[in-house]
T-cell receptor, first 113, second 110 residues
Framework: NAGVTQTPKFQVLKTGQSMTLQCAQD?????MYWYRQDPGMGLRLIYY???????DKGEVPNGYNVSRLNKREFSLRLESAAPSQTSVYFC????????????FGPGTRLTVT | QKEVEQNSGPLSVPEGAIASLNCTYS??????FFWYRQYSGKSPELIMS????GDKEDGRFTAQLNKASQYVSLLIRDSQPSDSATYLC??????????FGKGTMLLVSP
């Protein structure tokens, strides 16, 4: 089992460009999450999907959109990247709700210039 | 606003000692508690989960939960240099999201 996989590992964008971060899990989990991690700010939830077909905003959703493509895949899209979106992005999954253990992917390091 | 507080550290301990990491949380309705370890440049790795008051042991790790005091801790016995990392406390109130603390950096010196 690969667990949670993310692509790409690194990305550099210019301000205003768009991109999609991909996440997939092979653990048959129902819930999936997108976080960003910034120095001094900790992990902050961007969006989550409690189950296939549903998505909800987290703490810092502005400037992002998500798609739960199927049970395995959950993508994060930046429509018009801004330097404030420079961060490390982690995808995670859990069996069901946040009461259950979450498992993280390896992360995407994004720089917006 | 649910809050999870951790001392940022660094907490420095010698090899072989017990490292004690602490976490307090604001939401009295919290039900699930997790400890993650994060090496520099890597993703968080789940090391312990605890759901009821008391102690839970797994190898060299012991998680302790006191819901009345809204306090959860992680003890690492026989600390090794490979334990040097940032430890994240995470708390769930039973809804759909976890709240993470900002982490405590642990340094174990040989």
């Amino acid at each position: 089992n690969a667990g949670v996989t993310q692509t790409p590992k690194f990305q550099v964008l210019k301000t205003g460009q768009s991109m999609t971060l991909q996440c997939a899990q092979d653990m048959n989990h129902n819930s999936m999450y997108w976080y960003r991690q910034d120095p001094g700010m900790g992990l902050r939830l961007i969006y989550y999907s409690a189950s296939e077909g549903t998505t909800d905003k987290g703490e810092v959703p502005n400037g992002y959109n998500v798609s739960r493509l199927n049970k395995r895949e959950f993508s994060l899209r930046l429509e018009s990247a801004a330097p404030s979106q420079t961060s490390v992005y982690f995808c995670a999954s859990s069996e069901a709700s946040a009461s259950y253990e979450q498992y993280f992917g390896p992360g995407t390091r994004l720089t917006v210039t | 606003q649910k809050e999870v507080e951790q001392n940022s550290g660094p907490l420095s301990v010698p090899e072989g000692a017990i490292a004690s990491l602490n976490c307090t949380y604001s939401d009295r309705g919290s039900q699930s508690f997790f400890w993650y370890r994060q090496y520099s440049g890597k993703s968080p790795e789940l090391i312990m989960s605890i759901y009821s008051n008391g102690d839970k042991e797994d190898g060299r790790f012991t998680a302790q939960l006191n819901k009345a005091s809204q306090y959860v801790s992680l003890l690492i016995r026989d600390s090794q240099p490979s334990d040097s990392a940032t430890y994240l406390c995470a708390v769930s109130s039973g809804y759909s999201t976890l709240t993470f603390g900002k982490g405590t950096m642990l340094l174990v010196s040989p």
